[in-house]
């Protein structure tokens, strides 16, 4: 089984300031995938970055980058030069390549002041 | 990106009704189709993992003759919401993938709005 944890419920940033949002992970499937999405207030899913377990270097996506410590089992997503429309619900999810099953955390609501 | 489409995204019914809702990849073949259920300020629950010409297989505490799942094409997939009740009431999101893509990314659906009075 896979569990994904996140334990910051909700987080603010300043504009244009960088936050890191924080994301542990367990599992015993020695090969597998973690991902990050953004789920603003009208709910739609957006996929942000991927990482796979093998990857040997951190994921980025534009503003978007992956602090994967595998040792750790923790993926951070980190997001730089915060903006207004950064607001929103943030999940980590994992999935393993044995299946296609996605299994998310609870989730981080982000705030950004301007 | 891929596109996955939800029909319809929001929906009101009375108790003891049945809602269908649609789950459609627009520009690729969905091999696999995922029924997802979340409420409000919670996280995403898989309900049910679909293949397309088989039955769905669902998670544990999932009620089969609750939720009817059918994934008849690759491009389509409907959750059944058989006899709502108030409970029942959720944002209900699929996702799809298909065979092939480097690391089977699940794209989503806008999601459905159900609220059964």
């Known amino acids: 089984a896979q569990k994904i944890t996140q334990t910051q419920p909700g987080m603010f940033v300043q504009e244009k300031e960088a936050v890191t949002l924080d994301c542990t992970y367990d599992t015993s499937d020695p090969s597998y995938g973690l991902f990050w999405y953004k789920q603003p207030s009208s709910g739609e899913m957006i996929f942000l970055i991927y990482?796979?377990?093998?990857?040997?270097q951190n994921a980025t996506e534009g503003r978007y980058s992956l602090n994967f410590q595998k040792a750790r089992k923790s993926a951070n997503l980190v997001i730089s030069a915060s903006q207004l429309g950064d607001s929103a619900m943030y999940f980590c999810?994992?999935?393993?390549?044995?299946?296609?099953?996605?299994?998310f955390g609870k989730g981080t609501l982000l705030t950004v002041n301007p | 990106g891929a596109v996955v489409s939800q029909h319809p995204s929001r929906v009101i019914c009375k108790s003891g009704t049945s809602v269908k809702i649609e789950c459609r990849s627009l520009d690729f073949q969905a091999t696999t189709m995922f029924w997802y259920r979340q409420f409000p300020k919670k996280s995403l629950m898989l309900m049910a993992t679909?293949?397309?010409?088989?039955?769905?297989?669902?998670e544990q505490g999932v009620e089969k003759d609750k939720f009817l799942i059918n994934h008849a094409s690759l491009t389509l997939s409907t959750l059944t919401v058989t006899s709502a009740h108030p409970e029942d009431s959720s944002f209900y999101i699929c996702?799809?993938?298909?065979?092939?893509?480097?690391?089977?990314?699940?794209?989503f659906g806008p999601g459905t709005r159900l609220t059964v009075l």
């Open positions: 990482q796979g377990s093998y990857d040997q």
């Open positions: 679909s293949n397309e010409g088989s039955k769905a297989t669902y």
């Open positions: 996702s799809a993938c298909s065979s092939g893509v480097l690391y089977n990314e699940q794209f």
């Open positions: 999810a994992m999935r393993p390549f044995s299946n296609y099953k996605l299994t």
